[in-house]
């Protein structure tokens, strides 16, 4: 016998198989790019983690970039000179802040290592100070192998001319918040305290206004009329208590 074969079947059966193999193909594309997409976000994700971090290690750097340690004598950006007891964050500061417990040796302290109720360090009371990396200029090394002396206070020619440069600029914030302030006073007193400038009371032309003249006038107990009436009227007498 002869073998006959559907011309339509194995034509839909061909087309079947090709279609079939087009969704598994873009099935595979589409997982392909969506890993893509998911690997490209991810190492985005980690770029901007190590950016943020980049930051906030450049935000709790000192002045001159070296990194701080506790127990290191340094000098402040305003020429006070002490020991480092504590770093790391506060509960008075941002979550991402570090902020540096300085035991004063040279110069003159603000609190005894405690702010607002919590301890931070511990100190003689007004030897202690905190303090942002930033206000830290100079690493003067370990206080027990370095003693504190009148050279150490001193300091070189260059941290002596920062100092200058950073009690200028101080002293122009200063004047300049000052004028700030005075402006603001001023302005406030031209506008009569926050009301309109020039402020006049409001006129009305339908009614008569009343001045209130004669508030503060003696008035009479009685009313006119009845004073009239009585006015050359005696009093009655007053009876007795016998006769009453």
Not at 56 to 74: A, D, L, M, P, Q
Not at 117 to 136: A, H, I, N, T
């Amino acid at each position: 016998s002869e073998d006959t074969y559907d011309i339509n079947s194995i034509s839909s059966n061909l087309n079947f198989n090709k279609s079939s193999k087009l969704k598994k193909s873009q099935s595979t594309k589409d997982a392909l790019s969506r890993s893509k997409k998911s690997r490209s976000s991810h190492s985005l994700s980690l770029l901007d983690a190590k950016k943020r971090k980049m930051h906030k290690e450049e935000k709790n750097k000192s002045r001159g970039g070296f990194t701080i340690h506790t127990n290191r004598r340094v000098r402040l950006d305003d020429g006070r000179i002490g020991i480092v007891k504590y770093k790391g964050r506060t509960a008075f500061g941002k979550s991402s802040e570090d902020w540096i417990g300085i035991v004063i040796e040279y110069g003159k302290g603000q609190h005894n290592g405690t702010v607002n109720g919590r301890s931070y360090f511990k100190c003689r009371d007004g030897k202690g100070v905190m303090v942002r990396p930033d206000r830290v200029i100079e690493n003067l090394g370990n206080p027990h192998t370095k003693p504190l002396d009148e050279s150490m206070k001193k300091g070189s020619e260059e941290i002596q001319a920062l100092l200058k440069e950073v009690a200028m600029k101080r002293k122009a914030e200063r004047i300049k918040k000052k004028r700030a302030e005075e402006e603001r006073r001023a302005a406030k007193e031209a506008s009569n305290y926050g009301g309109d400038i020039g402020w006049t009371p409001a006129k009305f032309e339908d009614y008569n206004e009343d001045q209130s003249t004669g508030m503060f006038q003696q008035k009479l107990m009685h009313s006119k009329t009845l004073l009239d009436k009585n006015k050359d009227a005696k009093a009655a007498k007053k009876k007795k208590v016998s006769e009453i």
